[in-house]
């Protein structure tokens, strides 16, 4: 099967630390990238990447970082820089950068306490 | 991207037609208009998009008003497994040095027994 696989479902980090949230996809895409979602909110774009060894900032990519090494993964890490983090976190693919659909993996729940 | 407006919530019967609507009065020229819905707690899945023309597939109907300040998505026979949350996006279509979905707060949905 094709498609989007994000883990940990749930994640669970004290103050801190850092945590990697891993995205990977088997579709072949070029382009990827992370939403943050607060609870009753609608997506903030992160980061994207178009290709790999390349990527850019989003709307809020201040305390965050990615990397983009292979074409089917495009980890995330929240820094302990990230004065809010705990959110529920979204990571899509698409063909290219501009104008197919995103697909969307299930997203991982990240609480920092 | 254009700004769009929905209203926050809406209800429907189980088997009737459940009408979405979507405001989007700044719209451009080459702006598309997008659909996605967001189940609880998943991630978005896309629904269908348009330009100026109806739309149909599989899940769903788009129609765009003559001026293309408005649409509506059209579930033809809504059950209860299209409760979720509804986002109007209004993309544009072309390289950009950001293309990104911008999903507002969307419609929550109930489709009722």
């Known amino acids: 099967d094709g498609g989007i696989t994000q883990s940990p479902k749930y994640l669970f980090r004290k103050e801190g630390q850092n945590v990697t949230l891993s995205c990977e996809q088997n579709l072949n895409h070029d382009a990827m990238y992370w939403y943050r979602q607060d609870p009753g909110q609608g997506l903030r774009l992160i980061y994207y990447s178009q290709i790999v060894n390349d990527f850019q900032k989003g709307d809020i990519a201040e305390g965050y970082s990615v990397s983009r090494e292979k074409k089917e993964s495009f980890p995330l890490t929240v820094t302990s820089a990230q004065k809010n983090p705990t959110a529920f976190y979204l990571c899509a693919s698409s063909i290219q950068l501009a104008g197919d659909e995103q697909y969307f993996g299930p997203g991982t729940r990240l609480t920092v306490t | 991207d254009a700004k769009t407006t929905q209203p926050t919530s809406m209800d429907c019967a189980e088997g009737r037609a459940a009408n979405l609507p979507c405001n989007h009065s700044?719209?451009?020229?080459?702006?598309?208009v997008y659909w996605y819905r967001q189940i609880h707690s998943q991630g978005p899945q896309y629904i269908i998009h348009g330009l100026k023309n109806n739309e149909t597939n599989e899940m769903a109907s788009l129609i765009i008003t003559e001026d293309r300040k408005s649409s509506t998505l059209i579930l033809p026979h809504a059950t209860l497994r299209d409760t979720a949350v509804y986002y109007c996006i209004v993309r544009s279509w072309g390289k950009s040095s950001g293309d990104k979905l911008t999903f507002g707060t969307g419609t929550r949905l109930a489709v009722r027994p």
């Open positions: 700044t719209i451009s020229g080459n702006e598309y």
